[in-house]
Nanobody
Framework: QVQLVESGGGLVQPGGSLRLSCTASGSIFGLNAMGWYRQAPGKERELVAFITSSGSTNYADSVKGRFTISRDVAKNTVYLQMNSLSSEDTAVYYC???????????WGKGTLVTVSS
């Protein structure tokens, strides 16, 4: 079993910032990537950013320059610093991890980010 505990979502005004956190625990031997997806109302889930075990990062074009993903390897925790938020960033944000050579994916329950004045 893999457990993913997310925190940091909430309501923020346009232009504001939030930081999401996700800690992985359980059967996470072979953890090789962590990241975030999001799903806005009426839209499909999309990749936001991920970071690999080697530290390589990948971002969606829509968040480049505004979001920063980082990790604490010792704590099995990934962070998403979100700056210059706009209403377009309103969504449920899901923590994602990839484990093992087969690349099994696991998801958190999601945390809601609402950008509104």
């Amino acid at each position: 079993q893999v457990q993913l505990v997310e925190s940091g979502g909430g309501l923020v005004q346009p232009g504001g910032s939030l930081r999401l956190s996700c800690t992985a625990s359980g059967s996470i031997f072979g953890l090789n990537a962590m990241g975030w997806y999001r799903q806005a109302p009426g839209k499909e889930r999309e990749l936001v950013a991920f970071i690999t075990s080697s530290g390589s990062t990948n971002y969606a074009d829509s968040v480049k320059g505004r979001f920063t993903i980082s990790r604490d390897v010792a704590k099995n925790t990934v962070y998403l610093q979100m700056n210059s938020l706009s209403s377009e960033d309103t969504a449920v944000y899901y923590c994602w991890v990839r484990i093992g050579l087969a690349g099994m994916s696991y998801w958190g329950k999601g945390t809601l980010v609402t950008v509104s004045s």
